[in-house]
């Protein structure tokens, strides 16, 4: 699976940007999708993810009710809508596949997850 994230930018305090993520490859409806950021010299941070088949999804503390997770399935792409930002959800922002069999790598050991793609950098301005 190849990943191509998108929608990256430069945006105020309290703005919004959608991120997109295109998948080419496997079968793109079989992998849990989910979205990380990272910061120079910080650890990699989960964000969010969704199930395979969209119904279900899951948030990183900081972002609940700001951020929200959706995936196209007819057209391989995975979104991370952010609303309301903040300075401090400035970083790089990565998507990431896996074949499961759940969502649990994700917010549990990333270091496991099965594909991850180059990252596109947010920046919110104060």
């Known amino acids: 699976v190849q990943l191509q994230a998108s929608g990256g930018g430069l945006v105020q305090a309290g703005g919004s940007l959608r991120l997109s993520c295109a998948a080419s490859?496997?079968?793109?409806?079989?992998?849990?999708m989910g979205w990380f950021r990272q910061n120079p010299g910080k650890e990699r941070e989960f964000v969010a993810a969704?199930?395979?088949?969209?119904?279900?999804?899951y948030y990183a503390d900081s972002v609940k009710g700001r951020f929200t997770i959706s995936r196209d399935n007819a057209k391989n792409t995975v979104y991370l809508q952010m609303n309301s930002l903040k300075p401090e959800d400035t970083a790089v922002y990565f998507c990431?596949?896996?074949?499961?069999?759940?969502?649990?790598?994700?917010?549990?050991?990333?270091?496991?997850?099965?594909?991850w793609g180059k990252g596109t950098l947010v920046t919110v301005s104060s």
């Open positions: 990431a596949a896996d074949g499961g069999p759940s969502m649990s790598k994700f917010f549990l050991n990333h270091n496991a997850i099965d594909y």
């Open positions: 490859g496997r079968t793109f409806r079989g992998y849990y």
């Open positions: 969704v199930s395979s088949s969209g119904g279900s999804t």
